[in-house]
Every structure is written in structure tokens, then in C-alpha cells.
């Protein structure tokens, strides 16, 4: 393939989530050849720690769809493989911000457990629509425990935005219909998205890819990981990321904007001048890659000079909470906030925690010990900590 015919291509982002051990990064492996857990404690322990990347293209031959370069090429897919854990459940809300679409995988062995319920709510906070549903390990149950299992999940999702979402049984370890699972990918719409607006470029990872001892000439600038929302980029733009760096002053944090320019933009193993908003994209920056290692801008925005919104330390949100708490195998209803308390919010790719200051009907007013960059409308999930975990207890929208 060309690289104008890849660029030319419908781009999707699709979230992989599910509980832990349910096989999503061994599915992600087969559909791309890539395994997302590189960091290397994810590769000891087994488990996904941080959000995890890859991308394919789906061939279609004569209706067969597959991913081995068969066929006419039809869509360009981005992959972000979030975390299963119960403790990790910040950086799976930050995965969630950045996505289209989702696959929900449930292992059939084990069914429905408290961290699937957890990130399927997170889902339908984040407003995911197209949701499809990977009932795996199917070759290791009876075929009256899938019949069994199926229905389980038909019931869990009746009278939600999945009710009428494909349940596929696939083994990944196998690679028992893999296929079926590429036509559904290929089936979902893709979203209407606005080129004319100014950019809006959400950082999701951000990090240093020089090896130790790289000589001074080769060294390449910090890197950007993220979706572009709306608008466009062009490698030599001029771009303004905030909140941007911490920087620790009189015993106190407070946050600088940051000012660089575009060096090189990649998507997927190409490299491209102009990008527009669809697939997951990295960013060479002139910025020091020192500012960039270990995540340090992840949770900020980025656009062209002039174009961002203030810094918020304060923050009005329209909160609407779920009926009980998610993530645990007993039923807790959720109780009302009360001023004083602490909550964290995502926003973005943001993680925050903030002190609800402020209570009139289901309007919330906090003050963040983190910053933001909020615009008016964009969603936000609230989660509490119960017993020492952050639970997801509901969500809701920036207000002004």
C-alpha cells in the first residue's frame, strides 16, 4: 500500500477494556501482531499498567474480511488497550476520552465480574455509543456454558446504549473468528468530524524515545502521544500545550503553558505533513525530550498559539450519579456529595482530585489540586474513594 492510499483511508479508535485477565491484550496481539504491554513491569506481572497502542488495516476479499493483506484495504483502525485492574481505574477513564468505539471483552469461562460492570458504565459515561461485545476463551467452555454465558450478557445490557451490540465468540488464543470481529469493526459509522475548527490535540502519553548514550546530533525532541479532536496540524506549526509543566515554587505547584514546534507527526508507521482528526497520532516536538519523559505532559491539551481556553483550578460541573457503586461484588448505593469531600475527576485525558466546595441541585462546584484545560460541554467521570480505591460513581459535563 501507498502511503496516500493508507491516508485515505475511514480512521477509527477503538478502546479495548474489560477485567483483568480476560484476554484483551492477547486479542489486541492477534488482530495486529503487536502486544500493547511493553512497559516492563506490565510484561512480569502480566497485566496492562499503562495505556497500550497499536494500530491495523482491514482487507476486504470478496466479503472476508482479514487482516493479513488480503484483499482491498477499507479501514485504518487505532487501538488503545486500557488497564482491567481495579486500581488502575484513572488511566482506563483516560482511555476512555480518547476513543470512538469500544470492544467490551468478557471471558466466557468467568462471565461478568465487578471491573467488566465498572468500565461498561465508564463507557456510557464517556457517551460510547458503538460498543461491541467479545465473549472470549469460548474454547474453554461447553457449549451449553456459552449458551449460558450469552445470555448472561444479553441480560447485562438490556435497556442500555449496547442492548442491540453484536456478542461475538471468539477464542484470541486460537484465533477462532477473528474475522467476524473485523466486519463488525468495519460496520461501525464512522463519527462526523469538524476539520474547520481551530485544533484541539488531546495528550494522552508523553515520552523520550532517545536511547542512553545517543549522540547529540541524533537526538530527537519530546514526544507527544493522542487523538486530534477537531481541526488540523501541520509538521513547522507553532503549538501552545497546557496546563504544561509543573513547576514547584514556594512549596507550592503551579502549572506553565508550553510553547513548541512541530517537527514530524506519525500515525502508525508513516509519516505524514498534515494530519486531521481520526486515529491515534505521535508528535515530535523541538521541546527538551527531559519535559516530555515518563508522561509528564500526559493530561494536557495542545493547539496552535492563542487558540486554548485559561487554566482552571476551579470547576462547575452538571453531575449526575449512578444508583450503587461499581467495581465491587456487594451492591453499595451511592450517596449523595457533600461539600468538603474529595473526588477525582477525568476530563480528557486529565486526572484530578478536587474539594466539592459548592452544592446547588446537580450543579457542582469544586476546587482542583490539579489544573485543567475544560471546555464548556466536555464530559466529565467522578469517582470517590471507598475503602482506599477510587470508585466510578458517576459523571457529568463542564458548565460556565
Same mark, same amino acid.
Given at each position: ?166 456478542? =461475538? ?5 486460537? $484465533? ?5 470481529? &473485523? %466486519?463488525?469493526?468495519? /460496520? *461501525?459509522? +464512522? ?27 541524533? =537526538? ?5 502521544? $493522542? ?5 488540523? &496540524? %501541520?509538521?513547522?506549526? /507553532? *503549538?501552545? +500545550? ?88 456487594t451492591k453499595d448505593k451511592v450517596t449523595e456529595l457533600k461539600t468538603k469531600e474529595m473526588l477525582m475527576l477525568s476530563v480528557n485525558t486529565t486526572i484530578t482530585v478536587g474539594t466539592v466546595e459548592k452544592i446547588s441541585g446537580d450543579i457542582v462546584e469544586m476546587n482542583l489540586n490539579i489544573p485543567i484545560i475544560g471546555i464548556t460541554k466536555d464530559n466529565v467521570g467522578i469517582a470517590r474513594n471507598i475503602n482506599g480505591h477510587w470508585r466510578l460513581i458517576g459523571f457529568g459535563e463542564i458548565v460556565r
Amino acid at each position: 500500500m501507498t502511503k496516500e492510499s493508507v491516508k485515505e483511508l475511514p480512521e477509527l479508535n477503538i478502546g479495548v477494556v474489560g477485567h483483568i485477565d480476560h484476554g484483551k491484550t492477547t486479542l489486541l496481539s492477534k488482530l495486529t501482531g503487536k502486544f500493547t504491554d511493553t512497559h516492563s513491569e506490565e510484561l512480569k506481572r502480566g497485566i496492562t499498567i499503562k495505556l497500550g497502542y497499536a494500530e491495523m488495516i482491514i482487507y476486504d476479499d470478496n466479503g472476508n474480511f482479514n487482516n493479513e493483506k488480503i484483499g482491498k484495504p477499507v479501514r485504518y483502525i487505532s487501538f488503545i488497550d486500557s488497564p482491567g485492574h481495579e486500581m488502575l481505574m484513572a488511566t482506563m477513564l483516560s482511555g476512555a476520552a480518547i476513543i470512538d468505539s469500544a470492544i467490551l471483552v468478557i471471558a466466557a469461562n468467568e462471565g461478568i465480574k465487578p471491573q467488566t460492570k465498572e468500565h461498561f458504565m465508564a463507557l456510557q459515561a464517556k457517551k460510547i455509543k458503538n460498543i461491541i461485545i467479545v465473549q472470549n476463551k469460548i474454547d474453554l467452555v461447553s457449549k451449553e456454558k456459552a449458551l449460558e454465558n450469552y445470555k448472561e450478557i444479553k441480560e447485562f445490557v438490556k435497556g442500555t446504549t449496547a442492548e442491540n451490540s453484536p456478542v =461475538i465468540p471468539i477464542s484470541a488464543q486460537q $484465533g477462532v473468528n477473528i474475522g467476524k470481529l &473485523l %466486519k463488525a469493526l468495519w /460496520e *461501525i459509522p +464512522i463519527p462526523e468530524r469538524d476539520k474547520t475548527k481551530k485544533p484541539i490535540f488531546i495528550i494522552a502519553r508523553s515520552f523520550d524515545i532517545n536511547r542512553p548514550g545517543t549522540e547529540i546530533k541524533n =537526538i530527537h525532541g519530546g514526544i507527544l502521544g $493522542g487523538i486530534l479532536k477537531e481541526g488540523n &496540524l %501541520k509538521v513547522g506549526e /507553532e *503549538i501552545e +500545550i497546557k496546563p504544561g509543566i509543573a513547576i514547584k515554587r514556594n512549596n507550592q505547584y503551579i502549572h506553565e503553558p508550553v510553547t513548541t514546534k512541530i517537527i514530524s507527526i506519525q500515525k502508525g508507521d508513516l509519516k505524514v505533513n498534515e494530519v486531521f482528526p481520526g486515529a491515534s497520532i505521535s508528535i515530535e516536538t523541538e521541546l527538551d525530550p527531559f519535559m516530555t519523559k515518563t508522561d509528564s505532559l500526559t493530561g494536557s491539551v495542545a493547539s496552535t498559539k492563542g487558540n486554548l481556553p485559561d487554566i482552571m483550578s476551579k470547576v462547575k460541573i452538571k453531575a449526575e450519579l449512578f444508583k450503587e457503586v461499581l467495581g465491587k461484588e456487594t451492591k453499595d448505593k451511592v450517596t449523595e456529595l457533600k461539600t468538603k469531600e474529595m473526588l477525582m475527576l477525568s476530563v480528557n485525558t486529565t486526572i484530578t482530585v478536587g474539594t466539592v466546595e459548592k452544592i446547588s441541585g446537580d450543579i457542582v462546584e469544586m476546587n482542583l489540586n490539579i489544573p485543567i484545560i475544560g471546555i464548556t460541554k466536555d464530559n466529565v467521570g467522578i469517582a470517590r474513594n471507598i475503602n482506599g480505591h477510587w470508585r466510578l460513581i458517576g459523571f457529568g459535563e463542564i458548565v460556565r
